[in-house]
Each structure stands twice: as structure tokens, then as C-alpha cells.
């Protein structure tokens, strides 16, 4: 019913930039709220950061001053510009979001993307 597609992922060195991009498509009412999850190699995946439909966002400390979540949503996409990035951001970066898809009656589900992997090297 909802599909998530990540998108903006690649390789960079450390202090660099990456904007990661995700896109929401399908039997959407509204979107509650959007996030990004990572998972490092041989770590559990953990919470980035999130977004609400009013605009307020939460980051982890561990990105916080250097990450900025965003959305547009006209267009049901969610960003995450990073930057200052370090080594230890390199991760597979996956979108979550929380859909009211159009149901009888309506209803809110957790929709997740295939993720975007961002490599950083030092």
C-alpha cells in the first residue's frame, strides 16, 4: 500500500556532505511522522532522527549539530542533509514513516525503506 524509497547514499570522506532523500508514495491519507533508523556493520539498527507533521524534530546526540531532518510535505519526502560526517556514520540508512493510509477506518501504520547505504572514509 505505502512504499518508502531511499535515495542519496554513496561514499565520502570524512568532514564531508550527503543528503539522503526519501520518498512516499501510495494509498497515503497523511503521514504522521517521518525518521531515519542506521544500522552499522554487526550493530543493531538505532533511531537518527525524526520528523512530526508540524515540523518539530529529535535528534540522537550522537548526530545532533551536524544532522538536519526536513520534509516536504506536498510532496511526502523526508531528507537528512549530514554533514561533518565521521567514519563511525558509516551505516545503511533506512526511512521510517508512520502512514494513515486510506482504510475504513482509517488506520496507522509503520512503513519502512530498503535503505541507502553512506560510506565514510577517513
Known amino acids: 500500500q505505502v512504499q518508502l524509497v531511499e535515495s542519496g547514499g554513496g561514499l565520502v570522506q570524512a568532514g564531508g556532505s550527503l543528503r539522503l532523500s526519501c520518498a512516499a508514495s501510495?494509498?497515503?491519507?497523511?503521514?504522521?511522522?517521518m525518521g531515519w533508523y542506521r544500522q552499522a556493520p554487526g550493530k543493531q539498527r538505532e533511531w537518527v532522527a525524526s520528523i512530526i507533521s508540524g515540523g518539530s524534530t529529535n535528534y540522537a546526540d550522537s548526530v545532533k549539530g551536524r544532522f538536519t531532518i526536513s520534509r516536504d510535505n506536498a510532496k511526502n519526502t523526508a531528507y537528512l542533509q549530514m554533514n561533518s560526517l565521521k567514519p563511525e556514520d558509516t551505516a545503511v540508512y533506512y526511512c521510517?514513516?508512520?502512514?494513515?493510509?486510506?482504510?475504513?477506518?482509517?488506520?496507522?501504520?509503520?512503513?519502512w525503506g530498503e535503505g541507502t547505504r553512506v560510506t565514510v572514509s577517513s
Open positions: 521510517n514513516a508512520r502512514v494513515v493510509v486510506f482504510s475504513a477506518p482509517l488506520r496507522a501504520s509503520d512503513y
Open positions: 501510495g494509498s497515503i491519507f497523511s503521514i504522521n511522522a
